[in-house]
């Protein structure tokens, strides 16, 4: 009678324990209703403007004051209505003007017009009467699905 005894407590306390441990052992997918949906966006410091610098090695001629050349050019030679010749000497002054090459510093600015970005979506969803707060990175409309562990509730993407 003993070991009847000792089966038929093994047997309730199975029958009793067993499905309270399997409501904490439960893993299921469902779907909650989303309450409010907010985009988390960049945050960029001057309106999203980003100014920058481009700067560049610029040559530059500069010319100094030179030196006069005298310099004599081949005589001219005209007949005259006479016959005879007349030849005329000519000379001109060049002024040169040595060139020297050299390198400035350039620069301009380029501002660079930045819209902000969405990043994330702050999601509020109620789900079997209590609400939940989750991050993720789309916008899940009206309906989430949703991840259901131990009684744990998260959003299963």
């Not at 003993?2 to 469902?30: H, Q, T, W």
């Not at 989750?134 to 409309?141: A, E, F, Q, V, Y």
Request: glycine content about 8%.
């Amino acid at each position: 009678m003993k070991c009847v005894n000792l089966a038929a407590v093994a047997i309730l306390g199975m029958a009793v324990a067993g499905p309270a441990l399997a409501r904490y052992e439960e893993s299921y997918f469902d779907y909650a209703r989303v309450l409010s949906v907010d985009q988390v966006v960049t945050q960029m410091g001057n309106g999203g403007n980003v100014a920058s610098e481009e700067c560049w090695q610029e040559p530059v001629e500069q010319r100094r004051p030179g030196m006069v050349y005298h310099r004599d050019l081949p005589p001219v030679v005209e007949e005259t209505p006479s016959g005879g010749r007349v030849v005329t000497t000519r000379s001109e002054d060049v002024e040169r003007y040595p060139t020297t090459t050299r390198y400035e510093e350039r620069c301009r600015e380029h501002v660079e017009y930045r819209q902000p970005q969405t990043v994330a979506f702050d999601v509020v969803y109620r789900y079997r009467g209590q609400d939940y707060h989750d991050r993720i990175g789309h916008d899940p409309g009206s309906n989430v699905r949703v991840h259901v562990d131990n009684g744990y509730v998260e959003i299963a993407e």
